[in-house]
């Protein structure tokens, strides 16, 4: 799935649903935010939730292209090393 352009407080509780329908789904769950051009902490805040939740769940997690915009939003809230890990399995 792409992430929206904005990952805002209003776009956080449809990219929740959205994750949860994929965890629903089983199997991976990839998200790519080649298009983020802005991402704010309650999105964020989703995307972490999904990464544990793949964890407990045991399933493949991945965001692909994170933009630079995301990246940098990442760094601004202490979540690069997040990032890192999640972007690069």
Known sequence: MFLPE???PE???????????????GGPVTVNGHGVVRAGT???QVLVAASRQAERDGVAFQVQ??????????RDLGLAGWLERWSAR
């Open 6 to 8: 904005q990952l805002s």
């Open 65 to 74: 292209a994170p933009s630079p915009e995301l990246r940098e939003a990442c």
């Open 42 to 44: 309650a999105a964020l």
């Open 11 to 25: 776009t956080a509780p449809d990219l929740r649903a959205v994750l949860l329908a994929a965890f629903a789904a």
